[in-house]
């Protein structure tokens, strides 16, 4: 093998400075894109329920997104309950989903707390609809029952529990 | 097809101009003396068309841009500002948002133009997929320019299309936040979308050039489908016969054009984008506007996320194959029996999807846009790939000139080629 010349060095050089180049500016152009630091600073959000009556349905803004908090009957709670879990489209168990809502160590299955978008494509479900009088996705019709599990498609998943905890016996904090 | 430019400025000027940049021969070779085939038809006339409504959007929009405000608790009420105090505003919206549906109307007149007369096949196939591509630059422009009144359909019209890219699996959710550059549809996906409608057309201006760099080096197809063997014999100069026919067809267009936007300028569009956007409640019915139905239709048609997402875009790209897909020598569809009924059924299936697209996802609905989806894949898949090996043609004209002949235009093509001046 001949010498390195002294334009092999340069012409290596060249090529190192441009690829590390193109790349530390590619990342900034790409990453800009992403949320801000003033939208990663999501606030919580306080929510008092007792204005929630049995049966019924509050929706409430969080990071931009509506959130139902669902005030459910014994009832809904029975049947969501005793649905065979495994024959579901995503698979999970009431108990599961409601595993946030408790008070001093004490389990409150009537406050069901879901992120209130659709699974499918993020349209906003409408409440006591549909064959389970859970919720119905008036876009593509994707059916959702008192538990925001999914039991018709196309959704994939089950409506999204958000991270909440109850602070006092009628105050709720979302996020 | 055009040689070296003899083209010589009358002035002076023109000359020491020219000789430091030949603009004028390249005009001069491109649409005046540019040879077009004899047989055209009208449906060659809606390339002009298309030019004509890229340039009126560029102008009616840039102008728009002068009153809009880009930021989602300001932009609905600067639409409304510029329908009801801007001078001419109420006109230049409706031209915009009309010049829009008339932009896709003529788009799909043209597609279907080159489908028929096979203008994808050999030597024309990269002029093909950079239409596909200008297809697919428009798209994304008019999707972006609809979030921008951010009314109710803007604003879920934005949220279902955004949402697709979640159907990938794993690197799906952080794509879509970043397109939306938060949590959900908000000022900074407004903000990014108007920044990036602005941009797109003039990046459709690039490919357009590129689109027609690519036709004039293979030339026009024509009707019949058959190559131009003597530019003599077979074409006429651009200026003035396609000039003229052109810019008819153009003014025919426009009349079409201001009727909507004089006498129905709402008519396309949706009631609902006149209430402003609200994150939390979603309209009933979210339908796009109808030149994505077809699209929307086979989205809805496949029962999974994923697959419906897969369908859609594939819908589109397939596109880009016909010209290997289809595997029959004859370009015209006017020498293919077979070939035309399967054509036809494909026009009509692509308007039924449109029209199912417009309808709620249930019962029937949902199986007739089963079915007509099948038959739209089938079409690419199936009937063009067979037919080209089973189908016998008819016997094709030898050229362009025997074909206008055949059609008793001799009298008439004599007397224009000798005296283009005269009324005949
Ligand atoms: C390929 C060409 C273009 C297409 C297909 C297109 C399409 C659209 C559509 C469908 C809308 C929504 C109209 C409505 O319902 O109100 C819109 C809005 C808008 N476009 Fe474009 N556009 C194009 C080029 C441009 C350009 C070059 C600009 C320059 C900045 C522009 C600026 C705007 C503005 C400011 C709006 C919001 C005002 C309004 O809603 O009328 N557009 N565009
Ligand atoms: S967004 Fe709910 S079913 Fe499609």
């Not at chain 1, 900034?28 to 049995?54: G, H, K, R």
């Not at chain 1, 001093?104 to 299955?109: L, Q, S, W």
């Not at chain 2, 029996?337 to 399967?342: A, G, R």
Request: with cysteine.
């Amino acid at each position: 093998m001949a010498e390195p010349t002294r334009r092999d060095f340069l012409y290596i050089a060249t090529g190192a400075a441009a690829v590390v180049g193109v790349g530390s500016v590619a990342w900034p152009l790409v990453s800009q894109m992403n949320p801000d630091a003033s939208t990663l600073a999501l606030a919580s959000t306080e929510v008092d329920v007792s204005s929630i009556a049995e049966d019924s349905i509050l929706t409430v803004k969080w990071r931009g997104k509506p959130v139902f908090v669902r005030h459910r009957t014994a009832k809904e709670i029975q049947e969501a309950q005793s649905v065979a879990t495994a024959s579901l489209i995503d698979p999970q168990s009431d108990q599961d989903r409601v595993k946030q809502s408790t008070l001093a160590g004490k389990a409150r299955p009537e406050w069901l707390v879901v992120i209130g978008v659709c699974t499918h494509l993020g349209c906003v479900p409408l409440g006591h609809q549909g064959d389970y009088d859970g919720w119905f996705c008036p876009c593509h019709g994707s059916q959702y029952d008192p538990s925001g599990r999914v039991r018709r498609g196309p959704a994939p998943k089950n409506l999204e529990v958000p991270t909440y905890a109850f602070t006092a016996d009628t105050k709720l904090t979302i996020g | 097809m055009s040689g070296p430019s003899t083209y010589v400025p009358k002035s002076a000027l023109g000359r020491w101009f020219e000789s430091r940049l030949p603009i004028g021969g390249l005009i001069h070779s491109s649409f005046v003396v540019y040879p077009t085939p004899k047989n055209l038809n009208y449906f060659w006339a809606f390339g002009g068309i298309l030019s004509l409504m890229l340039v009126a959007q560029i102008i009616t929009g840039v102008v728009l841009a002068m009153h809009y405000t880009p930021e989602a608790t300001m932009a609905f009420s600067s639409v409304e500002n510029i329908m009801r105090n801007v001078n001419y505003g109420w006109l230049l919206r409706y031209l915009h948002a009309n010049g829009a549906s008339m932009f896709f109307f003529a788009v799909y007149v043209h597609i279907f133009r080159g489908m028929f007369y096979g203008s994808y096949k050999a030597p024309r196939e990269v002029l093909w997929i950079l239409g596909v591509i200008i297809f697919l630059l428009m798209m994304a422009t008019a999707f972006m320019g609809y979030v921008l009144p951010w009314g109710q359909m803007s604003f879920w019209g934005a949220t279902v299309i955004t949402n697709l890219f979640s159907a990938l699996p794993g690197i799906g959710e952080p794509i879509v936040t970043w397109l939306w550059g938060g949590y959900s549809v908000d000022n900074p996906t407004l903000n990014r979308f108007f920044a990036l409608h602005y941009l797109l057309p003039f990046m459709i201006v690039g490919v357009v050039i590129l689109h027609v760099w690519a036709l004039h080096v293979t030339g026009q197809n024509n009707p019949a489908g058959v190559e131009v063997k003597s530019v003599e014999r077979d074409t006429v100069p651009f200026t003035p016969y396609a000039t003229i026919k052109d810019a008819f067809a153009m003014v025919v267009f426009l009349i079409l054009y201001s009727w909507f936007v004089f006498y129905v300028p709402n008519y396309l569009g949706d009631a609902d984008n006149y209430i402003v956007a609200n994150p939390l409640v979603t309209p009933a019915h979210i339908v796009p506007e109808w030149y994505f139905l077809p699209f929307y239709a086979i989205l809805r048609s496949i029962p999974s996320k994923l697959g419906g997402v897969i369908a859609m875009f594939g819908s589109i790209a397939i596109l880009a194959f016909l010209p290997w897909l289809d595997t029959s020598k004859i370009r015209s569809g006017r020498f293919r029996p077979l070939f035309q009924i399967f054509f036809f059924g494909f026009v009509i299936a692509a308007m039924g999807l449109g029209y199912l697209g417009s309808k709620p996802p249930e019962g029937a609905y949902v199986i007739a846009g089963r079915l007509l989806s099948v038959y739209y894949f089938a079409y690419f898949l199936v009937i063009l790939p067979l037919l080209g090996l089973f189908e016998t043609p008819r016997t094709l004209p030898a050229t362009i000139a025997d074909d206008v002949l055949a059609k008793g235009g001799s009298a008439i093509l004599a007397g224009a080629a000798q005296a283009p001046s005269t009324k005949g």
